[in-house]
């Protein structure tokens, strides 16, 4: 599989149902410069990012920058409540930029300039040069350095810029069938033909032994989806002890919820699980100091169902709370990710201590028995 769209591609047409925010737009004037951020709204690094590129827009303006965020192939029920779902999550990140926000439901421009350059992920940014031209194709960070050299005319020529295009189609072309085999297993999942989707997860551990995601649906899909304990049991017991193997903290943290996840372990052999989720534990509160605060709370989260479950409620209580401090002791740029994290610890404390608690002004209480 090769990329359709790279450097010095001629730019794709805009083709969009509606225009949120902004005049609208049908052609690349010659002379700008244009910067397409494609977004989601449920992707926790996309707000961030935009409005960091609206920061550029007003400092570059007189440059001929000009930032339009797309939000292209959004899943809902219709395309009323799918612009709906977009337009309130532009007035949460952008209420006081001007940048143009443009919503495509048809996915046009999702085939015509995420899938024809094989980017899959969001945020994802395609600056267009003043002869409507691409000129770069990544993420929205890396374009506080990119963008200048786009201005003065350095970048498409460069070396650098070659070297940027030829690693994101590498890293692009083996994500591809990758990404392929994820969608096999959930449009199999989706009519539960299980062999389907069992041999495409098989495949998937088989050709890419570095990725967990596919160990981690293997059990989803036996212990959640298809109810085969015992079948998911082997494959949750090999997943952690792969984990244990390459003490990787990535690793560690997908074994530990699914150990101790949403599933009934009842029929399961306890001693072995909980001997499991005590290493998985310890080590991963080895490599806990790597992590920022977000990731060391959430580490600690997770950890603490296992002291939980297996008795020790005063060591549960005591990650939770010292995860809370994790969040309070450094600065968190992605808000939102921040107030979900409050509120899933939060709800964790109450249930561990049996009573309300608070973080600041927030305060949560036990559910009621019925």
């Known amino acids: 599989m090769t990329s359709r769209l790279g450097i010095d591609s001629p730019a794709p047409s805009i083709n969009v149902q509606h225009w949120l925010r902004g005049d609208p737009l049908s052609n690349f004037q010659s002379g700008k410069i244009y910067i397409l951020e494609f977004f989601s709204t449920t992707c926790s690094g996309c707000g961030p990012a935009l409005s960091h590129l609206a920061q550029l827009q007003e400092e570059y303006s007189d440059m001929g920058v000009e930032v339009i965020g797309v939000a292209?192939?959004?899943?809902?029920?219709?395309?009323?409540?799918?612009?709906a779902q977009v337009d309130a999550w532009a007035s949460k990140w952008l209420p006081n930029t001007n940048i143009r926000i443009a919503f495509d439901y048809s996915g046009d421009m999702d085939k015509h300039w995420k899938q024809a350059s094989l980017t899959f992920h969001v945020p994802q940014a395609f600056v267009v040069d003043r002869d409507g031209?691409?000129?770069?194709?990544?993420?929205?960070?890396?374009?506080?350095?990119?963008?200048?050299?786009?201005?003065?005319?350095?970048?498409?020529?460069?070396a650098e810029a070659k070297n940027a295009e030829n690693e994101r189609i590498a890293e692009a072309e083996i994500a591809a069938p990758m990404r392929a085999l994820f969608d096999r297993i959930r449009a199999a999942t989706e009519i539960e033909d299980w062999k389907t989707a069992l041999s495409a997860i098989k495949e998937g551990i088989s050709r890419f032994p570095d990725n967990f995601k596919f160990h981690q649906r293997h059990v989803e899909t036996l212990m959640g989806e298809m109810r085969d304990m015992e079948a998911g049991w082997t494959a949750l017991d090999q997943f952690a002890r792969t984990a244990i193997e390459r003490n990787s903290e990535d690793w560690l943290l997908a074994a530990m919820r699914e150990l101790f996840g949403p599933y009934d372990y009842s029929g399961l052999p306890s001693a072995e699980r909980f001997s499991m989720g005590k290493e998985l534990s310890e080590r991963i509160l080895r490599l806990y100091p790597q992590q920022d605060a977000l990731s060391r709370a959430e580490s600690y989260m997770t950890i603490a169902r296992y002291y939980h479950e297996s008795g020790d409620n005063d060591r549960a209580v005591d990650l939770i709370e010292q995860a809370l401090k994790f969040l309070d002791g450094e600065p968190l740029p992605d808000v939102e990710k921040h107030e979900r994290m409050v509120a899933h610890l939060l709800d964790r404390l109450t249930k561990y201590k049996g009573e309300q608690v608070c973080y600041g002004e927030i305060c949560a209480a036990p559910p009621k028995q019925s």
Not at 72 to 83: F, P, Q, S, V
Not at 144 to 151: A, H
């Open 133 to 158: 031209s691409i000129a770069f194709i990544g993420h929205p960070d890396a374009l506080e350095d990119v963008l200048p050299k786009v201005m003065d005319g350095s970048w498409r020529a460069s």
């Open 72 to 83: 292209a192939n959004k899943e809902a029920a219709t395309a009323d409540k799918a612009r």
